[in-house]
């Protein structure tokens, strides 16, 4: 029996992705015996902290590393990294920052909510959020008109939460940051190519463990030393009430040495052939028009998108609420839903539940033609 099901929660089948609110990422059994592992047994932290950000240093191509709880935690302890520095006075005020530069300018379009707003993470960090540009258009003169004498620091965010056409590219803000004596910090957090951002120029980048790693809840942050060697220290202040534990972090590079050793090629491939079968079952089904789309931020993932007709009878809400209802529950990848769009992820599908879906599609269907 499942640990969550002897508590008394409903399966679940996720074909939402690595969310947050599912757990992110279901681990491989080498990576769940680092986990119980390190649970009984004692480490020193800043011990295990340094050889941690040693070997994700190596990793990433970065100078240096350091594990964090999440992306999130990434971006608050990045910003303190910029406002604070070493300063342990300044460390034990954040996220107080009064007197002190603290402005982090970012693309307008890049103010996202991500399950947490982006601007409130900088804020936890002590920094003040500038929004530079518009919502659907930012130009390199609309960052420079934003940096003033109190900017720490440039943020960008590449997700696919964030808009994806009409922004200054990450190069553009690098060339900028460095110009100004700027740090640029780069929220990576669901991000595959883990040395990509550090080689372009980036300073720090926050990626998510749980995410296209593949661990538990955690994450780190990697980039130039200095700058790293001040996020550590913000352990001592507001990183405190984030704190990343011993378990964590070795799941977090267990999951990080299976990762180096994948073929994303492969399984990339491997996916959408999966996800070009569904389809033309998902084709079967009457009301329904499905198709295998790309990642819109990019990423090699594909996916099956599927397009609820108006001869359903239903919008994509309805069968949404159908889905996540029953038992097992399952989780679709809604970000379109208000247009009649359903993405189905394959990266989190264990095998045979693309069945399971199928059918509970066939059942909301043919309960709608009843009723």
Known sequence: MSVFAQWGLRRVINASGKMTALGSSAVAPEVASALAAAASEYVIMDELLRVAGERIARATGAEFAVPTMGAAAGIVLSVAAC???KDPVAIESLPDSRGRPNEVVLPKGHSVHFGGAITQMIRLGGGMAVEAGHANLVLAEHVEHSI????????????????QKGMVSLPEMIEIGKRHGLPVIVDAAAEEDLKKYVAMGADLVCYSGGKAIGGPTSGFICGRRDLVEACVLQYRGVGRAMKVSKEAISGLLAALE???KRDHKA???RDRERMERLVERLNTLPGLRARVIQDEAGREIY???IEVLPESGLDARQIIAHLETGDPAIFTRNHYANVGILDIDPRTLLPGQEDLIVERLREVLKGRERA
């Open 83 to 85: 406002v604070a520095g």
């Open 303 to 305: 996916r099956a998108r």
């Open 267 to 269: 399984e990339a491939r």
């Open 148 to 163: 003033t004498p109190r900017t720490v620091a440039l943020f960008y965010c590449k997700s696919h939460h964030a808009v």
């Open 258 to 260: 299976l990762y180096e």
